[in-house]
């Protein structure tokens, strides 16, 4: 859904608020949430995740980024 907050810096259409998942060689998961324009494929990363298993515990680690 778009967001009416987020508009590209680049052609000034809506953002659509995105969450991509990948999984690394090393079995590590990385998510990474962005605003992403859909007729030019500008982003704007605001947060990533990694979520990694140790044992028997489940560690994930967040950065938020701030942008302007």
Known sequence: M???E????????PM???EETE????GVYRVTFSYKCVV????IVVEYAT??????????ERRVLHYS
Not at 6 to 13: A, M, P, V, Y
Not at 51 to 60: M, N
């Open 2 to 4: 778009a967001s009416s």
């Open 6 to 13: 987020h508009t590209c810096r680049k052609d000034g259409k």
């Open 16 to 18: 659509y608020f995105v």
């Open 23 to 26: 999984k690394l060689s090393n």
């Open 40 to 43: 030019c494929g500008y982003r």
């Open 51 to 60: 979520i990694k298993k140790a044992g028997e515990k489940i560690i994930v």
